[in-house]
């Protein structure tokens, strides 16, 4: 937990100190959990959004993506549920005056004797060596059967009372396991509360419920309103997508570690519009498809796991997330939902609309079901960044730290370094880095020794850097340097880009889809 920590805070000083990202508002002590994305970070945020755009809306003929207003007509959002139903259970230490959701109580306190499990498999590893089975190991062994019926009896009991809002019983499954404040260490717990997520502001000049209006808690809504505009004037046939980008806000309790949970935050997120009926095997196709976008990017598969939902959302008949390993333990990355018709049978009640579609193939008319894909922008960004940085310990003994960003992802693809600031090489550098910052974001750099500079790369991840020596001037060939072997190569300028190309261009990544 301690080393943990101490990964998460190394992630948060490199993303300060190399410009990935910067507490909002610093020159005045910062906002609580707001941060500003800097010059590298904005690139990086913009990669990851391009990655998702295309192998959504490009790579997808049924696909198409808007890009809708955060404001909307405030019945909207009676319309969907959130004014009545997007709330968090919450729970207050009686002595640490510290707040807590208390269903994330639970689920930490079930993650703990899920450690216990994977230690004891990880035991049982190394004892039998290559004879182990996990599957048979887990399906037996007395101490991983007894935890993980622990495991089963909470979830069934928490799921039950949060169905059932009943908060006294979500309380009492705290006292029940003994959860104590990690900051106090007590058990002096208040009653549990709901509180709604929803930020409000006024529109215009006339106070009061009439012009209240709410900063959206999810992209989502402005898709499902939508719904018929895009698909009459885009002439879309069902099964088909509307994709979006953008910003959500959502009033958190507990807004901490670092990028993961903020009040102000981006979503991707994706709603598929289906037959009625058909929406199982959708869920399925896009729980597949997801989890092979998210692994392409090479972070490490087994940092991926999913989780199905114990407490559904107000609008959905199935659901789960992709998680993610953080520094943090795995979390949340993605949710993939079966939404059912609700949204748009709740907005044709609301707004008195017909939101239907005539399906030609059936001669019939009907409310689609959705599947929704949505992904969390900053997260996406801090596992990049969590499996991107590391601490190298090279052959000569000396460390160096480097951001292995998979490479279409990393803010510039290549630096280009003339090994001296005379001769004619800076000139020569200038004229390779403007033939490639055409196809590329490339950066000049001539300061310091050469060394210096591909650690300053390194640690920026920078995929390749081309140095430009006197026998570039002689026979137009440059060295490529790779970030992660850090091996060098003598190349012909002609060359350079396509070796860029092969491991950094979209296609390099959309290929694998
Ligand atoms: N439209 C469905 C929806 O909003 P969600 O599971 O509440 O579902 C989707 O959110 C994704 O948005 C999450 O998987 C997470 O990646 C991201 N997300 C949610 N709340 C967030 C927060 N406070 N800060 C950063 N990302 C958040």
């Not at 707001?34 to 959004?49: F, M, P, S």
């Not at 006339?206 to 009459?232: C, H, M, W």
């Not at 590329?440 to 390749?464: C, L, W």
């Not at 440059?478 to 092969?502: G, K, L, W």
Request: glycine letters at 6%; charged letters at 30%; aromatic letters at 10%.
């Amino acid at each position: 937990m301690e080393q943990n920590q101490d990964r998460l805070k190394d992630i948060i000083s490199h993303a300060k100190e190399y410009g990935f990202v910067f507490p909002s508002s610093e020159i005045y002590d910062g906002l609580a959990a707001t941060y500003d994305y800097g010059q590298l970070g904005a690139e990086l945020k913009n990669n990851i959004k391009t990655y998702w755009w295309k192998a959504m809306v490009q790579l997808h003929e049924n696909i198409v993506g808007i890009d809708a207003a955060i404001f909307m007509h405030p019945t909207t959002w009676k319309a969907s549920g959130h004014v009545d139903a997007f709330n968090d259970p919450l729970i207050d230490n009686k002595d640490s005056k510290k707040r807590y959701r208390a269903d994330v109580l639970l689920e930490e306190h079930i993650e703990k004797i899920r450690i216990k499990i994977d230690k004891e498999v990880e035991k049982a590893r190394t004892r039998f060596g290559e004879e182990f089975s996990e599957d048979q190991f887990i399906a037996t062994n007395p101490n991983v059967l007894r935890n993980q019926e622990k495991i089963d009896s909470i979830e069934a009991r928490m799921k039950y009372a949060l169905e059932a809002n009943d908060l006294e019983g979500v309380r009492q499954l705290i006292l029940d396991l003994d959860i104590a404040c990690p900051i106090s260490g007590s058990k002096n717990w208040t009653e549990v509360r709901q509180f709604n997520l929803m930020f409000s502001t006024e529109l215009g000049s006339v106070a009061g419920d009439a012009s209240t209006i709410y900063l959206r808690p999810e992209t989502a809504q402005g898709i499902f309103v939508n719904f018929l505009n895009v698909q009459k004037s885009g002439r879309m046939k069902i099964p088909f997508g509307i994709a979006q980008i953008g910003k959500a806000f959502r009033n958190e309790i507990v807004a901490r570690q670092f990028i993961f949970r903020m009040r102000e935050f981006e979503q991707m997120e994706m709603q598929f519009f289906v037959r009625p009926g058909q929406e199982m095997e959708w869920y399925g196709y896009w729980k597949e498809l997801r989890t092979k976008w998210h692994k392409n990017l090479g972070l490490g598969d087994s940092n991926y796991r999913f989780h199905d939902h114990l407490k559904l959302a107000h609008y959905a008949n199935a659901a789960c997330d992709i998680e993610f390993n953080f520094p943090m333990g795995f979390k949340e990355l993605e949710g993939i939902h079966s939404r059912t018709d609700f949204d748009l049978k709740q907005h044709e009640k609301y707004s008195g609309k017909k939101l239907q579609y005539f399906d030609p193939e059936l001669n019939e008319s009907y409310i689609p079901y959705v599947i929704e894909t949505s992904v969390g922008l900053d997260r996406l960004f801090l596992a990049v960044m969590s499996a991107a940085l590391k601490n190298e310990i090279l052959e000569d003994g000396s460390e160096r730290t480097v951001l292995q960003i998979p490479p279409v992802l990393a803010p510039y693809k290549a630096a280009v370094l003339p090994l001296v600031k005379k001769d004619g090489l800076p000139e020569k550098a200038r004229e390779i880095q403007k033939a490639l910052q055409r196809e590329f974001n490339v950066q000049y750099d001539e300061k310091d020794a050469i060394g210096r500079r591909y650690r300053r790369q390194d640690s920026i991840g920078t995929p390749f850097s081309i140095t430009i020596d006197h026998q570039t001037l002689e026979n137009n060939t440059v060295t490529i340097r790779n970030r992660d072997t850090m091996q060098q190569e003598r190349v012909a300028v002609s060359q350079i880009s396509t070796i860029i190309a092969r491991e950094a261009s979209w296609k390099s990544i959309l290929e694998k889809l």
